[in-house]
Structures are given as structure tokens and as C-alpha cells.
């Protein structure tokens, strides 16, 4: 439920706030007074497209920020909009609610925040989508595309969501299949031939068999044979220098009194020996002079000892080399990536297979599926039959008590291709009267019946939901007399277990409200700005007057106005007893 809306710099709005509470709350207003900015502003909540052009002229950026709570909200519409906000990083406040901002920038670029992280717009309406339901003028349109008429159908029976669930995982299944079955039989030939060039190139990379890194050590070890010799010399003559001129034939440690690391040994000694501090550190540090030249002469050695003596194995590298490069150049950069590019075409190879006992058996899968699909089909499509009829009954016992008395709606399935959704084609009907025939909304119902007919299924589809927020923009339009006073109990009793805010320029659907909101308008000799009031009292009766014809200062049209307001509160009274 949306608990408290801010506005500021959104079309002539410079800035408002207001808090809103469960039940009906409506705002009116003359036209132009900024009304829509505020279902505008709703809508950038919901991750709505961002229109630099409703900018306040001059300002620099629109800000809209909401506050979102869940406590009475449906369990899985609860629980669905925390994890998207966990999953965003989004934290609640103190009280539990969720604070929410959507900023657009004169510039056209937009921010959306939940819980104090940025998030993207996308991300925005996933949140809200569960919390928040717009309709206006546009989502009237929607209402006649068959995909929103399938949609309202399976929302109306609980049941179906677990049985399209079933036919959905059926169908991807057959789906997988039957894509490869048709890839194996219209591109055999090409399969063949994709099959030959992988053997080809395994065998040959076989044939060769690196090893991952083996390219780089291959390199290191051609450039010590190319300077063999000059290696070796320079190792024997620092191990002569450390160790003594024998150690360079023997590449051992043992040498003469000149060795270095003997004079240094004698050196370490001998000021050990001293009785002097000085000295004994200094000793203490020839000491680890000694203790290091020893492990480069143990190294020196190693390495001379290692250098290769046979003269055909550099030939043999480079022969090597030469084999790794041919493979290098054709399959990856390196012999790590040719090592797993050859993992790569093995796994695809394993999973070609053009003989014709393997295309016979993946028919037969492909056949078990489609039955096992058909199936799940068959079985959604009669819980959405049975559905249809009773939201068809439910929708048309609405209208009539929206001063459409003999107008019948009814819910059509038809037989369509398989889908992610089903094998159900579904359209809404409507027929001015039980004897004629019911036509498609979009060829049978004028904008005030459209209006109703949606407000009528809305009310269907929500009578089992608790604590969403519903939108009306002008849901009214094109109605008016004993339908406007229908359509305000109809919304007083959504509003029951739902918060509905309703943008309304009819006085019979604003006495119902529990909150009435005013967009009041002030033309300046520079700009035209508008802020939202709540009314009460004397208040909301001056405003119901002034919405019948331009009455409020009139002594009768008040006296009408506080007439219906008292009607209306008699009703809610008794609706929410």
C-alpha cells in the first residue's frame, strides 16, 4: 500500500506531498490543475517511461518519491516486492516501509532508488507491480488485446497458475526437441559435413597432443639451448669465484683458500671470536653472507648440471614448436586454448548424431512430449473454460449494477497454435442486450461502457485480493447520473480490502471517498503552479458543489452537495459493517 507521495517540479506541480490512507481517496480539481501530474507521477514509480517534457519549465529536474508498506498486503504480492527489494540491496526504514524515488533530469536521463540503492527503472516497476495497478484511458485499450484478456482470465481462477505451470514445462520441453529434431532432419547434410570437420580437427590436434602451457616452456627452454654455451661459462666462472676454481669442474663446494665463500667463512669466525660487540655482529652478519652464498651455489651448480649436452635436442624443440604454431594458428592463441577448444568440439560431436536409428528415437521422444504437452493443454484449457463462464456471469451481474441493466458480457475460448501460454485463444464479448449477439469489445463498446466494462472486471479480479493500491485515471469518463453514483459504490466496495485512489471530475464518485484530495491551481502573471490539499468538513462540501455544474456558491447547490455526501457515507457505513 502506498503510504505518503511527494511531487516536486512535475508539470505545474513545484511541489506537494500527501499522505494517503487505506479505503477510497479521490482527487478532483479543475482541468488542467494538475491532476494527471499525479497519476503521472504514480506512474514513474511503477518504472514508467521517463518524459523529460514533464519537467517544470526552468527547473532543473522532477523528483517523485513514495513510501511503499506490505503489511496487509497479500502474502505472495508481500513477499514477492521484499525479495525484490533484498535482491536490490533496498532496505526498509524504521516503520517497515520501503521509501522510493524515481528523478528525471531536464536532459531526458533518469535515477530510481528503493531503500536508498540505485536501482534501474526495470527494476522499479518489478518492485511496485505487485503493490501498485494503474489504469487509465490507455490501459482501457489494453483490455481489448487478447494476451490482457488471457491474463485477466487466469488471474480470475487461482487454480490456473498451477496448471499453466505444468503445460509451460511440458511445452518447453517438447519445444527443445522438436527444435532439434527439425535442425537434425532439415540440415543433415549440413550436420554430416559439421561432423567430418570435427573428426578432422580432433585427429589433428591428437596427433600433436599439447599440453596447456607447454607453448610458453617451449620457449623458455629453446632460448637457454640457443645460448647454451655462453650459459654455461658464465655459471662456471661465478662458481669459481664463490667456491674456487674446482668447484667449477666438479660443481660442488668444496674449494680453495681464495674462494670467496671460504674468506668470507674465515672472516665470520674470526670476528666471532672477538670479545667485542661490534664485532660479533659484524661476524653475525658475514655469517649470513655465508649462508646465502651457499644457496647460490647450490643453485649455480643445479643449474649448469641441468643444461642440456645433447646437440639434437634443440632441433627436437623446435621441430615441437613448429607442430604447436601449425595448431595455434588455426584453432586458439595458445596451447591452453587449443586444449580447451578440442574439449569444446568433443562435447559437440557427442551430441551430433545423424544416423538414422538416432533420428527415429528423437521422433518418438518428440511424439511422447507433444502428447504429454497435449495433455497438460487439454487440461488447462478446461479449467479456463469453466473460468470463463463464471467470470463472464460475474462481469455481467457488475455492469448491471453499473446502469447497464441487459448488457451480457461473455468470455470466448477458441482453439489457437501451442504457446508458452496454451492452446487458448480468448476474447471478451459484449452484447447491449440477452438477444443479440455478443461482438468484440473493441467493435461493440463505446469509451463510457469501455470504462465500465473495465472497472466492472477489476472489481471481479479483486475481490479476492487485500491491501494492493489501484489506480483509477478518469475511469468515470464519458458516464455520468445514476452510472457515475454506481461506479462510486462499486469503487467504495473495492476499496474495502484494497486502497483505490480514483481521479475523478464526478461529484457522485467523490462522496463515496474516505479521502478527498484537491489539485488546486494558481495562474500567476509568470507561471501557473498547483499543490494538493486535503478536504474535510465545509471543505469537501464547497468542493462537491463546485464539481455540480459550478455550484458552490450556491445555498442549493450546497444543500445538494451535503445531501449526497451524507447518502454516500450511509452507504460505506453499512458496506463496511
Known amino acids: ?14 511541489h506537494a506531498s500527501a499522505e494517503l490512507s487505506s479505503g477510497l481517496t479521490v482527487l478532483t480539481g479543475e482541468t488542467g490543475a494538475g491532476k494527471t501530474m499525479v497519476v503521472s507521477g504514480l506512474r514513474l514509480l511503477s518504472g514508467g517511461r521517463a518524459d523529460a517534457s514533464r519537467v517544470r519549465t526552468g527547473e532543473d529536474q522532477a523528483v517523485v518519491e513514495g513510501v511503499f508498506s506490505v503489511d496487509g498486503v497479500d502474502e505472495a504480492a508481500a513477499e514477492g516486492a521484499v525479495s525484490i527489494a533484498g535482491s536490490a540491496g533496498a532496505l526498509a526504514d524504521e516503520n517497515g516501509e520501503y521509501i522510493v524515488s524515481r528523478s528525471v533530469r531536464a536532459t531526458g536521463r533518469s535515477k530510481a532508488h528503493i531503500g536508498g540503492r540505485t536501482v534501474p527503472a526495470a527494476t522499479l516497476g518489478e518492485f511496485t507491480s505487485p503493490l501498485l495497478t494503474i489504469h487509465g484511458q490507455n490501459d482501457q485499450l489494453r483490455l481489448m488485446s487478447p494476451d490482457q484478456q488471457l491474463a485477466a482470465l487466469d488471474r480470475f481462477a487461482p487454480g490456473i497458475a498451477a496448471l499453466r505451470a505444468e503445460y509451460r514445462a511440458a511445452w518447453s520441453s517438447w519445444r527443445e526437441a522438436h527444435k532439434e529434431l527439425t535442425e537434425r532432419t532439415e540440415r543433415r547434410l549440413e550436420l554430416a559435413q559439421e561432423v567430418d570437420q570435427l573428426r578432422f580437427a580432433i585427429d589433428e590436434i591428437d596427433a600433436v597432443a599439447p599440453v596447456e602451457g607447454e607453448d610458453e616452456e617451449l620457449v623458455t627452454a629453446i632460448n637457454r639451448l640457443q645460448d647454451v654455451d655462453a650459459l654455461r661459462d658464465t655459471a662456471r666462472e661465478a662458481l669459481a669465484a664463490i667456491d674456487g676454481p674446482e668447484a667449477a669442474v666438479e660443481y660442488a663446494t668444496a674449494g680453495e683458500d681464495a674462494a670467496a665463500s671460504t674468506l668470507i667463512g674465515v672472516a665470520a669466525d674470526a670476528l666471532a671470536q672477538s670479545s667485542d660487540a661490534a664485532l660479533k655482529e659484524l661476524g653475525a652478519r658475514l655469517g649470513e653472507v655465508a649462508a646465502v652464498l651457499s644457496d647460490v651455489s647450490g643453485e649455480l651448480g643445479s643449474f649448469v648440471a641441468d643444461l642440456p649436452d645433447d646437440a ?266
Open 1 to 14: 500500500m502506498l503510504t505518503e507521495i511527494t511531487i516536486t517540479n512535475l508539470g505545474v506541480i513545484p
Open 312 to 577: 639434437d635436442e634443440l632441433e627436437k624443440m623446435l621441430q615441437r614448436q613448429q607442430e604447436l604454431k601449425a595448431l595455434t594458428r588455426k584453432y586458439a592463441p595458445d596451447a591452453a586454448g587449443v586444449v580447451a577448444w578440442r574439449a569444446k568440439a568433443a562435447k559437440r560431436l557427442s551430441k551430433i548424431d545423424t544416423s538414422a536409428g538416432a533420428v527415429e528415437e528423437l521422433k518418438a521422444r518428440v511424439a511422447q512430449l507433444r502428447a504429454e504437452m497435449e495433455h497438460r493443454a487439454a487440461d488447462l484449457t478446461g479449467a479456463r473454460r469453466e473460468a470463463a463462464a463464471e467470470l463472464g456471469k460475474q462481469v455481467t451481474a457488475e455492469l448491471h449494477g453499473l446502469a447497464m441493466p441487459k448488457a451480457r458480457l461473455t468470455v470466448e475460448l477458441s482453439a489457437h497454435d501451442f504457446t508458452r501460454d496454451g492452446a487458448d485463444a480468448v476474447e471478451f464479448r459484449l452484447a447491449p442486450n440477452a438477444s443479440a449477439e455478443p461482438q468484440p469489445l473493441s467493435t461493440s463498446a463505446s469509451g463510457g461502457e469501455l470504462s465500465r466494462v473495465m472497472l466492472a472486471v477489476e472489481v471481479v479480479l479483486s475481490g479476492s485480493t487485500h491491501g494492493t493500491t489501484l489506480v483509477f485515471d478518469e475511469v468515470d469518463a464519458g458516464v455520468g447520473g445514476r452510472a457515475a453514483v454506481e461506479i462510486g459504490r462499486r469503487l467504495a466496495r473495492l476499496a474495502t480490502n484494497n486502497q483505490v485512489i480514483v481521479v475523478t471530475h464526478l461529484p457522485q464518485v467523490a462522496a463515496y471517498a474516505d479521502t478527498h484530495l484537491h489539485v488546486a491551481k494558481d495562474v500567476g502573471d509568470d507561471a501557473v503552479t498547483s499543490g494538493v490539499v486535503t478536504l474535510a468538513g465545509d471543505e469537501r462540501v464547497d468542493e462537491l458543489a463546485r464539481m455540480l455544474a459550478g455550484m458552490d456558491d450556491s445555498d442549493t447547490g450546497r444543500a445538494h452537495a451535503a445531501e449526497l455526501l451524507e447518502r454516500a457515507g450511509e452507504e460505506i457505513a453499512e458496506l463496511r459493517q
